[in-house]
């Protein structure tokens, strides 16, 4: 089926055909069945979310019928967006609940926090690239995305003043895991994060705050754009 529906794709880029005339409705649903299902994602939350969430109106226009391929794209400013299978599987790694208070590091092009939307009660997303910070807050209000509060910043900080958070989701890879993220944790939160050395593999990890300590579980390798800081 896949292979099918990229060679679709790639008569309707031969053709020029206009955007009124792709199904991207029916590219998502393909989408969640060919590439989230078949792999395990079994939350139904997090696949309600990716079924509705219009990832193609998350990247630059000459990339949108890309959207719904089975990779990363870049959305400028040397950031991507993460393959589909990612964040469905960070989403899914969360054990999300409508009451949840989520905060995002590295919002990007607002993709991830538009999926987290659909599933918890309030997102706080942070980009330290202010364009991509001041082009998501747009984008997603646009959208109508009403529950998502986007912050230019440095995500290593994370947002002190909207903390407590019940999970908390790094968007890009770290060497470290910030403390003050651990802080602003609620007991029994959850956090995941890339972590290792840059311009290497490294490991997609999932920790859960306890009383005195965290418990660290290791879910898979990936590769990640860095987590920058601000510069002093």
Not at 61 to 82: K, M, V
Not at 90 to 111: A, H, R
Request: net charge positive.
């Amino acid at each position: 089926m896949r292979l099918i529906l990229l060679s679709g794709i790639s008569m309707l880029l031969c053709f020029g055909l206009a955007e009124a005339q792709v199904d991207y409705d029916e590219l998502r649903k393909a989408m969640v069945e060919n590439q989230l299902e078949v792999r395990g994602i079994r939350h139904s939350a997090t696949l309600e979310a990716m079924r509705t969430v219009p990832r193609h109106k998350f990247v630059p226009e000459e990339l949108q019928i890309q959207a719904y391929n089975d990779h990363p794209l870049p959305i400028g400013q040397g950031q991507t967006i993460s393959q589909p299978y990612i964040v469905a599987f960070m989403t899914e790694t969360l054990q999300l609940k409508k009451s949840d208070k989520v905060l995002e590091i590295g919002t990007g092009s607002g993709y991830q926090a538009a999926v987290l939307a659909q599933i918890v009660d309030s997102v706080y997303t942070i980009e330290i690239v202010e364009k991509l910070a001041l082009a998501a807050k747009k984008r997603l209000g646009e959208l109508q995305y009403g529950n998502i509060s986007v912050k230019a910043g440095d995500g290593y900080h994370g947002w002190p003043e909207k903390a407590p958070f019940d999970a908390v989701i790094v968007t890009a890879g770290a060497e470290y895991i910030p403390e003050a993220l651990v802080n602003q944790l609620k007991p029994g939160g959850r956090l995941t994060i890339p972590v290792g050395p840059h311009n290497g593999t490294r490991q997609l990890q999932l920790f859960i705050k306890k009383k005195n300590r965290l418990v660290k579980k290791n879910l898979m390798a990936v590769r990640f754009v860095p987590l920058t800081r601000a510069k002093d």
